[in-house]
């Protein structure tokens, strides 16, 4: 059975859980309070999830969900996550996690900076462009027509497919952006951000992207 650590358990992060477990994934997942505070999520789950710390959840995945405020980005277990595909939900909210001159300025991209942090990780983007309640409620089977499509990005061919392959799991179709230079295009504020959107129609939002905002 495929176990997902998820690091961060907000609305993404708790999400992607209830959907994973509905899929037959065990799950690990953790939060900044410890795992004692996820004793209801938890039991919401079922035997299939438990709580843990990040450093445990990284460890205990095959593959990994971070979804923290970017804010908080070195503090990812970079030991714990080494040589696994690692799915970044992260945003750049200035208001919340102060101004990022490389972000600001278009030189930067949030994933990029969570890769430089786990440089023994394969980063790829997910989840970041899609409204916490869509990953349950909006996804349909494949071939459905307009059936929603979500963007990857990564320097790994084998993160982006997986990432793929985990959308199509949760119903979505998928756009690959390319590297994660590119993944700007799906950052906050752009047209392709928590839009639903189908396969043609994200990407186009993704071709009318502004460099900066």
């Known amino acids: ?18 959907k994973a477990v509905d899929l037959g994934y065990d799950v690990v997942i953790s939060n900044s309070r410890g795992p004692e505070t996820l004793a209801d999520l938890v039991a919401e789950l079922g035997p299939q999830a438990r709580a843990a710390t990040a450093a445990e959840a990284g460890a205990a995945g ?8 970017l804010k908080n980005y070195k503090a990812l277990p ?24 490389a972000l600001d300025a278009g030189e930067a991209t949030t994933s990029g ?32 027509e307009n059936r ?17 392959r985990l959308y199509d799991e949760f119903g ?8 994660l230079a590119e993944s700007w295009r799906v950052e906050r504020d752009r047209p392709a951000y928590v839009v639903p959107q189908n396969l ?4 186009e939002n993704l071709t009318k992207a502004p460099r900066t905002i």
Do not use: C
Request: proline share 3%; net charge negative; hydrophobic share 45%.
């Open 1 to 18: 059975m495929t176990t997902i650590g998820i690091i961060g358990a907000g609305h993404i992060g708790s999400q992607i859980a209830r």
């Open 62 to 69: 095959d593959f990994a969900v971070v979804t923290i405020p």
């Open 78 to 101: 970079a030991e714990a996550l080494a040589g696994k595909v690692v799915i970044d939900t992260i945003n750049y909210y200035w208001e919340r996690d102060g101004h990022v001159a």
């Open 113 to 144: 900076l969570v890769q430089e942090h786990l440089a023994g990780s394969k980063i790829a983007k997910g989840f970041n462009h899609v409204r916490a309640a869509d990953i349950t409620t909006a996804g349909s089977p494949a071939g459905t």
């Open 148 to 164: 929603r499509a979500l963007a990857t990005a990564s320097d790994h061919k084998d993160a982006s497919a997986l990432v793929a």
């Open 172 to 179: 979505f179709d998928t756009v690959d952006i390319g590297p």
């Open 200 to 203: 043609e129609e994200l990407q």
